[in-house]
């Protein structure tokens, strides 16, 4: 390889991984004390898959996501994106994968409350290249009649889901949430894992969803169990529950 490719130049010719992480360590330095957060993570996503996330807290499951989203750099060892190694890209082409690349929904919602959910959801398409409207992306996760409300005339569930709609409106390759339902009931929680597996399914959307919560993965293409800063094992499931048969 003579140049590093662009992430543009991947993404075009799609990879049947887009994840590729080989070595990663991520250690932070604490005055004296050093916190291993990833001990040697070696890990393969195929594209288009639901991918759940499972492990305890502080196991390093937040590290590796962010590293995943560009959001963090590895202490040691590489990811590759569609083909295109993260840590070779520099500073601009790592604007343009966090940017078109990638989208992200944390477990509390972040939306601006003086704006209504479809003005939320406007803030990332006006800055896209190829977007669906505020319209589409908030009627895919079911929430196409609460376009002028404002997030404090909504629920928990309703402003994450808004928080989705967000994320994806710019069409991103992938889908990178953390505890997307740490702080919702389970009733409201089940309803916005149905947004996230009706964007997997219709976008295509390689999907990676963080939990705690072990129920969650009987709805999974594939399930990574983390601890203590490494992958203990993978389980691919060969028939996904729907998220509305989840109970918790
Ligand atoms: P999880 O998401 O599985 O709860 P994290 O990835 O957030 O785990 O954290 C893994 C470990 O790294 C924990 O021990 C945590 O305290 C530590 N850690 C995470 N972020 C930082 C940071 N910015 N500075 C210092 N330590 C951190
Ligand atoms: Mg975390």
Known sequence: MTSS?????????????????RGLTKVYQMGDVQVHALRGVDLDLPAGEFVVLLGASGSGKSTLLNILGGLDVPSSGTVRYAGATLQLADDAVMTQYRRHHVGFVFQFYNLIPSLTARENVALVTEIATDPMTPEQALDLVGLGQRLDHFPAQLSGGEQQRVAIARAVAKRPQVLLCDEPTGALDAQTGV??????????????????VITHNAVIAAMADRVVVFGDGRVLRIDCNAHKKAASELHW
């Open 5 to 21: 490719p662009t992430i543009a130049a991947a993404a075009a010719c799609p990879a049947a991984l887009i994840f590729e992480a």
């Open 191 to 208: 309803l916005v894992l149905e947004a996230l597996a009706q964007v997997n399914r219709d976008l295509g959307t390689s999907t990676v």
